[in-house]
């Protein structure tokens, strides 16, 4: 148990509210800019967020370790967003500025305006595949798990996950045009 | 643009910064669940028999068990023994019932074997009589021919008081001699019945002609006082000619007392068991019954 959500996870378990706080600080972002993504909006995403960590807490003492924490964590967040999914129609599709306003104070990931261009263009494709291709995107790409830990996530085999990355590449690949420098 | 340019363009999908507030009120949401106090009962040491009665119920059962068909498996092999020995004891049943028979069967051949030697000594001692009277009898041929040699040279001045005596000794020993002769003959034709009786399902032949077989000559037929037949052969019999009379022909053998022949000048009778009475016509008429059509010698 090398990890150190792990053990603050059961430390968390055992009552310790202190690693409780500490499990909120390590994941409460990468939940919020997972639902983000996703729901294309604020509000949703911090609600979605909450119910999140309170499932989080209900179900700690299930939790055995098979999984990673962060694996575990993105399951609850991504059957909390189905959920809300099924109840709320998706919203349309965000501009390159939504995006644009999202982003975190600091350095550009970019190295030149072109670059940056591609991806906005690159991103917005993405929020226009299917639901399939798209969850692959934002658990792989996006949030930085593994093919196995999304496939996990998703519940579904990695070959799945494989096959709609490559559905997802080469929807991207016919989508993009190449900037005109 | 090629998958790699994509997938790096993806993975530097700007991270999105999350409200400071949302971190508060998501650490202000902590609801951990309360571990739960440990059973105080569960700390407790169970008793002994409490912690191993599954086990010690499951052990039991399997005890049972093992008896039960240990107990069913003796009682099986049992029965499988009492059984083998009964049907072997029912095999020396069959045997020695098979055996009792055979031995009944060889007790009751040796009785009346036994029977017909002893008819056989009687006719060889009343033959041995017979040849000894023959002997007298010629012995008293010569004397009575030496006698009447000497009354033909005797002067006939006188009377002969003694001729008359002289005569009825020769003819009561003749006449003694014949009896005993009779009673032979009667003798022989009992065995001859005897055996031809024995040949057909312990009958008694109908007439003497059916025992040609058995009988040695037809002459025993005749009685020898019986001088007004004449049996040389068997085609004399057939005519009739027959000195003894048959009084219960096909008689079976169950009677012995019953008379199955006697002889009319002697008085002889002879039993179905082939014994041969000799006895005075006075002590015959008061011995012999006449009970269903057959004369029953009763003593």
């Known amino acids: 148990m090398s990890d150190p959500a792990e053990k603050l996870c059961d430390w968390a378990r055992a009552g310790d509210l202190s690693a409780a706080s500490e499990l909120v600080a390590l994941f409460y972002e990468r939940v919020y800019a997972f639902f983000r993504r996703l729901c294309r909006d604020n509000e949703d995403a911090a609600d979605l967020t909450q119910k999140t960590f309170a499932k989080v807490w209900t179900s700690l003492g299930s939790y055995s370790g098979r999984s990673s924490f962060s694996t575990w964590i993105h399951g609850i967040g991504y059957h909390v967003y189905v959920d809300w999914r099924r109840k709320k129609n998706p919203a349309e599709a965000r501009s390159d500025e939504w995006w644009e306003a999202c982003v975190a104070e600091g350095p550009s990931p970019f190295e030149n305006a072109a670059e940056r261009e591609l991806a906005g263009q690159l991103f917005a494709l993405v929020e226009q595949l299917e639901e399939g291709m798209r969850e692959v995107v934002h658990l792989h790409y996006y949030q930085g798990l593994s093919i196995q830990e999304t496939a996990n996530v998703l519940n579904v085999a990695t070959s799945t996950v494989k096959y709609r990355m490559r559905g997802a590449l080469s929807r991207l690949k016919a989508g993009a045009v190449e900037p005109t420098t | ?299």
């Open chain 2, 1 to 299: 643009m090629n998958d790699e340019t994509i997938e790096n363009l993806l993975r530097k999908a700007p991270a999105l910064a999350a409200p400071e507030e949302l971190r508060n009120r998501l650490q202000t949401q902590i609801r951990l669940p309360q571990p739960e106090p440990r059973r105080v009962e569960a700390l407790e040491p169970r008793t002994w028999l409490r912690r191993f009665m599954p086990a010690l119920s499951l052990a039991a059962f399997f005890v049972a068990c093992v008896l039960a068909i240990g107990i069913q498996t003796s009682e099986l092999s049992q029965l499988k023994r009492e059984n083998e020995a009964l049907r072997a004891a029912t095999q020396n049943l069959d045997q020695l019932r098979a055996g009792n028979q055979e031995f009944k069967r060889l007790q009751a051949q040796a009785q009346e074997l036994e029977q017909l030697r002893k008819g056989s000594l009687e006719t060889q001692r009343l033959r041995s009589e017979v040849e000894q009277l023959r002997a007298q009898l010629a012995g008293a041929e010569q004397v009575k021919a030496e006698n009447q040699r000497l009354q033909a040279v005797r002067p006939v001045n006188s009377g002969n008081p003694g001729t008359n005596a002289t005569d009825d000794f020769f003819a009561q020993a003749q006449a003694r001699a014949e009896r005993i002769m009779c009673v032979n003959n009667l003798k022989q034709i009992g065995l001859a019945a005897r055996i031809w009786a024995n040949d057909h399902g312990d009958v008694s032949p109908m007439d003497f002609l059916s025992m040609s077989n058995e009988l040695v000559s037809p002459i025993v037929l005749k009685c020898p006082s019986d001088k007004s037949r004449s049996v040389t052969n068997w085609s004399d019999v057939a005519a009739g000619n027959v000195s003894y009379q048959m009084d219960a022909p096909g008689i079976d053998e169950k009677e012995p007392n019953v008379v199955f022949a006697e002889c009319p000048i002697h008085h002889n009778i002879l039993m179905v068991d082939g014994s041969v009475q000799q006895m005075s016509d006075e002590r015959i008429k008061a011995a012999i019954k006449i009970i269903d059509g057959k004369k029953v010698f009763m003593p």
